[in-house]
Structure formats: C-alpha cells, structure tokens
T-cell receptor, first 112, second 115 residues
Framework: GESVGLHLPTLSVQEGDNSIINCAYS??????FIWYKQESGKGPQFIID?????DKRQGQRVTVLLNKTVKHLSLQIAATQPGDSAVYFC???????????FGTGTRLQVFP | DGGITQSPKYLFRKEGQNVTLSCEQN?????MYWYRQDPGQGLRLIYY???????QKGDIAEGYSVSREKKESFPLTVTSAQKNPTAFYLC??????????????FGEGSRLTVL
C-alpha cells in the first residue's frame, strides 16, 4: 500500500481504549474545521466537522473538541478498533477563501 | 454510485517526460482540487477550479498545469519543469454556493514515481 507520512507523529493505543488525537491550527480567524481519516493507499475520508461557534460536536464513536483560545482541535475516538488504524488529518478553512489548510497528520496504530 | 475516480493509481515516468493524471467526478460538484502529498507533510494545494474554463494556482503550482473543459473532469499534467515530481497526488471536489458545507470529497489518489 501507499506509505504516506513516514515521519508522522504516531499514537499507539490498545484495542478498546479511547484515543485522543490533537491538532494545532494556524489561523485564529478560521471558522470551520474538519477531521479526515486516511488509510494506507487511499484518499482521505471525512470523519467529522465543527464550526467555530461550537466547542464540541459528537458523532458515532467520535467527538471533536475545539478550543479557540489556544487554537487547538482534538479528535476523540471511543473504544478504538483495529479498523481505526490510519493517518488522521485536521483541516481548517480560511474565511473568505475556498481552500482548506491541512495539518501534517498523526498516525494511529491500534494493537490487540 | 457517485464519487471521484482518479487514474492511473500507479504511474512511472522517466525524467523529462510530461504525464497527465486523470480525475473525474459524477457528484455534480462545482469545485475541483489537486493536492500533492509527501511523507511527513500535509496536503499541499497545486491547482483548483471553481467553474468550467477557469482555474487558479494553489501554493505549489510551478511545474504543473491543469484544464477544466468539463465540469466532471479536472486533469493534472506534471511537466518536465517539476523538479521533484515523485509524490502521491490527490484530487478532490466539493459543491459551492447553495449547499456548500466545506467538506472535500477525495479520490483514491495516484502515485507517480519518476525513474
């Protein structure tokens, strides 16, 4: 498969534990944030998003937290499963543009 | 099923050759994008297009060219002027205007290796 992110920060968790992946974004004016999951050799897939007027948003097994004070975004995955193993990217939307700015990604490894 | 199709998935090129990567979407999306992905780096924007027959340079457009003759298609040409073309290339699309969500839909990627 495709090797993306050979030198990415890596989070290793045991199956069944909760995972927390962190992201620092760059622009205090950014108003929309997305988390993507990228499995080896595939394109990124949307996981969850959040707008800047919210602090927290929950999906199925995933929660995104936004701290605008310190420009920090986190993705929490409950009861991590082997299928969650992937590289996770955060992205921010620059107001007034139609472009997303992507972070460098974090590799999540789930072991039994 | 609707989606974005990139081809080829793997491509090898000799130095000095141009190569074109295909991207087709049947999602009726207005905007299409090309990103480059290198190990240890985030996605970097090469070119994008929000409407047919119009496109804009992204952050790393040098050595690349695109066209947008049809809404469904946004091919990327990697020219011989691109100094380090070996990378994983991702095409994406999204709807803009009414129905805009900010979510990009990605293809499966094309891996280009220069020999």
């Amino acid at each position: 498969g495709e090797s993306v992110g050979l030198h990415l920060p890596t989070l290793s968790v045991q199956e069944g534990d909760n995972s927390i992946i962190n992201c620092a974004y760059s622009n205090s004016a950014s108003d929309y944030f997305i988390w993507y999951k990228q499995e080896s050799g595939k394109g990124p897939q949307f996981i969850i998003d959040i707008r800047s007027n919210m602090d927290k948003r929950q999906g199925q097994r995933v929660t995104v937290l936004l701290n605008k004070t310190v420009k920090h975004l986190s993705l929490q995955i409950a009861a991590t499963q082997p299928g969650d193993s992937a590289v996770y990217f955060c992205a921010e939307n620059m107001p007034g543009t139609d472009k997303l700015i992507f972070g460098t990604g974090t590799r999540l490894q789930v072991f039994p | 099923d609707g989606g974005i199709t990139q081809s080829p998935k793997y491509l090898f090129r000799k130095e000095g050759q141009n190569v074109t990567l295909s991207c087709e979407q049947n999602l009726n999306h207005d905007a299409m994008y090309w990103y480059r992905q290198d190990p240890g780096q985030g996605l970097r924007l090469i070119y994008y297009s929000q409407i047919v027959n119009d496109f804009q340079k992204g952050d790393i457009a040098e050595g690349y060219s695109v066209s947008r003759e049809k809404k469904e298609s946004f091919p990327l040409t990697v020219t011989s002027a691109q100094k380090n073309p070996t990378a994983f290339y991702l095409c994406a699309s999204e709807t803009i205007g009414t129905g805009y969500t900010g979510e990009l839909f990605f293809g499966e990627g094309s891996r280009l290796t220069v020999l």
